[in-house]
């Protein structure tokens, strides 16, 4: 939270899977969020990808992070990373 003219700004934070790390300093990563058909009833994914900055080029293709929301930092680019998530299912996998 960042305090601005003693009213409290919160931001944003989501959970997602880097997927793409070509850039530098920058990295792609995907959200998906789980949304119920307001008529059928039926759970559907809806991804949607964000740029994200990475200060120290550490993040990779497929770690799970959490992003969080800041200032324009380029066209592009309004999110940077807080942490890496870990999960007891990657683990496994690698």
Known sequence: ???NNNSII???RLK????SDKMDKTLVVRID???KHSR???YFTVSKKFK???EENKYKIGDRVVVEECRPLSKGKRWTV???IND???ENIK
Do not use: A, N, T
């Open 1 to 3: 939270m960042e305090k």
């Open 10 to 12: 919160k931001k944003r």
């Open 16 to 19: 997602g899977i880097v997927v």
């Open 33 to 35: 969020i789980f949304k």
């Open 40 to 42: 059928y009833h039926k």
């Open 52 to 54: 994200v900055h990475d």
């Open 82 to 84: 807080k942490e890496l």
């Open 88 to 90: 007891i299912k990657q």
